[in-house]
Every structure is written in C-alpha cells, then in structure tokens.
C-alpha cells in the first residue's frame, strides 16, 4: 500500500471515473487504474463499482477512503512540521475562488506570492459557493476565498476586508439621476443577477425582498458580473457590484456607480478552511500576502 495508491483511489471516487481521475493526476489512465487495482488485489476487496457511471465506492471502499483521507492528511502534516522547523513554507495549496472575487484580486496577489514562497505549489480553481463547500468536505480544495458566513459548519474563517456593495445604473433607468439609492426604491423587474450558485446573488435578493412583499421578477441572469455591467449598459435596467470592481469600471461609465442606502450592504472577504487543515504556514502566507496586496485595493476604495 503506498500514498500514491491512495491518492488515486481517493480522485476516483472524487471524480467519478478513472480517465478524470488520471487527467486531474496527470497520468495515464492505465497507470492509474493498475495502481488503484493493486490496492484491491493486496486488500482482498473490491473498493470501486466499475458498473456504475459515475464509478462509486463500494462499502469496503467506503470505509478505506475515509481512512486514506485521514491518512493522506497526517502524510502533509509531517511534511508541513518539518518544512515549518526549517523555516520553509512549502507544500501544495488547492485554493478556491468565488467569481465576484477572482477577477479583481488574484492578479493582485498571486505573482507576490510565487515570487515570496516558490516551494509552494498554487493550483486555484474558480467556482461557485456551493462547489467551495463540497470542495471542501471531499477534500477537493484545501482552502478558499469567499464571502464571509456562506460556507457553513465545519470550516474555519480568517476574515481579511470588507468590500462595500454599490448600484450600477443605466443612464435610461429612473434611479440614475440619483447620487445614493435605497433598496426600497429598486424596481425588482430592472434588476438584473448573478445567476443561482453564486453567494452574491442571495445576498442581494436579501437586501431587496426584506424591504417588500412582492414578488421578484428577473429576466436575465448571468454567472458574470462583467456581463451584467454590459446587459446594463444597453438597456434601462441596474445591477449590484461589489467595490473591488470599481477599479475596472471605464471612467466613462463612472457616473452610473451609486452609493447604497446605509444597512448591511457589504460583505466581509475572508478566507475559509476545513477545520482539519495542517498546513497553517500556507495559509499564514497566503494571508498576509493578500493583506500586503490589498492595500493597493483598499486604499482605492476607500
């Protein structure tokens, strides 16, 4: 039985078929399929339902998954206590980024953080909330960026900055000639949204609804903030931003960012993991980059 062995039969069942699998790990899938198979041969039990699609674990399969996750977590925290005896931030960091996040903040930190601590590893996935909590419980992600308070139990958050919510208006809608618009005032059918999945989007139907009792009435949505801004541009409806993005927002359109009603129309950034998590060195690293680079961010903001 070796680590490897373990680690694949773990992206097997994450994956639910043995060519993702070997894509994700970087091998071929008959390597990873002979090594999957000698752990079986040398327990004497079948771990994986090849007759299902997607593949699953059979029962004994399930209970030596649940061991090799723990067993692959103690195998990082010795490899991450010695490096942090020596003084060496090193290892492998699986990060997720919400897409309200990643377009305004991993450019500003991510070539620091190369740059400042070259034996770690970075892969970052971008996904949606609820992928980071699956993430997360399947030990798919070791860590995410998200908005604070959305990912539930079973996490820890280290909160980093607040990041206010603004309305960007179209010229052709009745709430542009306002300098601050409040939420009661939004005509829910000129609204336009995030697309369901994204944390952001619950937040803002929040705000909104809690104000009335009237039903909502969307006609578009999108999984990009980008395009929102565009459908905005080109007809009379409005949107909700996040302040990270005003930096993006072409001097020409500036007049149609309006300031918020006070009231709880901001989230909190923060960066989530699981509670078992060992490689606390990463993620001081991680913190304290995206702390430094975001001044940048911060001081624009505000």
Request: aromatic letters at 6%; hydrophobic letters at 40%; glycine letters at 4%.
């Amino acid at each position: 039985m070796t680590i490897i062995q373990l680690q694949y039969l773990i992206e097997v069942a994450n994956c639910g078929s043995f060519s993702a699998a070997a894509d994700h790990c970087f091998v071929t899938q008959p390597s990873l399929s002979m090594q999957v198979k000698a752990l079986e041969d040398e327990l004497g039990v079948i771990l994986l339902d090849r007759s299902k699609k997607p593949v699953i674990p059979t029962e004994a399969g399930a209970v030596v998954i649940a061991q090799a996750q723990e067993t692959l977590r103690n195998y990082n925290y010795i490899k991450e206590s010695v490096a942090e005896l020596k003084g060496v931030t090193a290892g492998k960091l699986r990060l997720g980024v919400i897409p309200t996040i990643a377009p305004y903040l991993l450019h500003k930190f991510i070539p620091t953080f190369v740059k400042n601590f070259p034996k770690v590893e970075l892969e970052i996935r971008e996904m949606v909330t609820a992928d980071v909590v699956e993430a997360l419980s399947h030990d798919r992600i070791d860590a995410a960026l998200v908005a604070s308070g959305t990912c539930g139990d079973g996490v820890i958050e280290r909160d980093l900055f607040s990041d206010r919510f603004y309305a960007y208006v179209s010229p052709s809608n009745p709430l542009y000639e306002r300098s601050n618009v409040r939420f009661e005032d939004i005509d829910l059918k000129d609204l336009v949204l995030l697309s369901k999945g994204n944390c952001m989007r619950d937040q803002i139907m929040e705000l909104c609804l809690a104000r009335r009792d009237m039903p909502a009435n969307y006609y578009f949505e999108s999984g990009s903030l980008d395009t929102l801004m565009r459908i905005v541009n080109c007809t009379s409806a409005m949107t909700i931003i996040p302040e990270m993005a005003l930096e993006y927002i072409p001097a020409d359109r500036k007049s149609q960012v309006k300031t918020l009603a006070k009231g709880a129309t901001s989230r909190r950034i923060a960066i989530v993991v699981r509670r078992t998590y060992v490689k606390n060195s990463i993620i001081n690293a991680l913190e304290r980059t995206i702390l430094d680079c975001a001044g940048s961010l911060q001081k624009f903001m505000h």
